[in-house]
């Protein structure tokens, strides 16, 4: 068993556990929607020898906030799962899971002594059933929004070539947008353009010469998926830049006979289903979720990708050994990167 030492720099500093390459490929082969998470440069990265696969955390307050399921195949989640909870009961730290699957949530549930929340929700399209050949009126409002943004001028393309000047446009069009975003944050990651360009894809929105607006895939192997979570558009992009990039990159990806994309996670309109706790402290945490999802207008992530019409999938948060506790909040909140 081998684990990075919880006092050493993080994980861009220091490569003796797994080099980069190394490292993607990996999150490449297993990784879900925890894929960015992971390869923040924050990370450090726990290993098994005998195990094909790592554990992404960070310390915060005394406890290793693991970014996802443990990333190997699943058969093997169990055994990683446990040697990193000894490794932490010996570094005397608590555990806290963020955007675990239902399936490894209840296996922890019953093996971990694990109190479980599902709080939000993996979503899934598939681009072989594209929202714009759909009936309804949520079909019917991407289908306005794409044909507005046409009618304004905007074309899809992808981002396949070495061009310093298309490079550059595009971290453009990223740092206006983050410029632009107000009010209450939360986010996962600080988002990563051309960083680990293995099993990366780029479609990006012009109008005339200028881009408009970008969208960011990660290859997801062992779902035969792409992860979807980075859209992001100019202050002046035309009506619907959005939905056309979501809907032009679908319809690539159909032509590759591609039947998943991957989005999340996405806060739920409200908590789902509470193992493990306690009356009180489930009400008291229920309460607590409706406040900070107000707060932070939770619902607005959601709302945009509800009208695409995916399939859902629950996303929970785990904490082994009932290790609910003040401390552990906050650390889930330091890496939430919660700002106001």
Known sequence: MSGKNLLESPLIDETELLERKALVNLVRKWADVNTDGILDSNCQIFTDPDIDGLIAYRVECGNAVVFGDPVC?????????KAFQQFCLVHEIGVVYIIASPEFANWAGQNMRSAV??????????????????????????????????KEGAVVQEYSEDNADIEKAIKDVATTWQKARLGPQVYLVQFSLFKDRVGKRWFYAKQGEKIVGI?????????????????????????????????????????????SVTIGPVPGEQLGKINGLGWFSETMT?????????????????TFWKKFEPTTCSS????????????????????????V
């Open 73 to 81: 195949a699943a058969e093997d989640k169990p055994e990683l799962a």
């Open 117 to 150: 929340i599902e709080f939000g929700e993996k979503l899934i399209l598939n681009p072989l059933s594209n929202p714009v050949d759909h009936s309804g009126a949520k079909a019917g409002l991407v289908r306005k929004k794409v044909k507005h943004a046409l």
């Open 215 to 259: 969208l960011i895939l990660n290859e997801l192997q062992s779902h035969n998926s792409w992860l979807l979570n980075n859209v992001m558009i100019t202050k002046d992009a035309p009506h619907g830049i959005s939905e056309l990039l979501v809907i032009a990159t679908l319809q690539a990806l159909a032509k590759e006979n591609c039947q």
């Open 286 to 302: 229920r309460w607590i979720y409706r406040l900070a999802k107000n707060f932070f207008h939770l619902n607005g992530h959601a």
């Open 316 to 339: 929970c948060l785990l904490f082994p050994e009932k290790n609910l506790s003040f401390s552990s909040i906050k650390a889930l909140l330091k890496a939430l990167n919660v700002h």
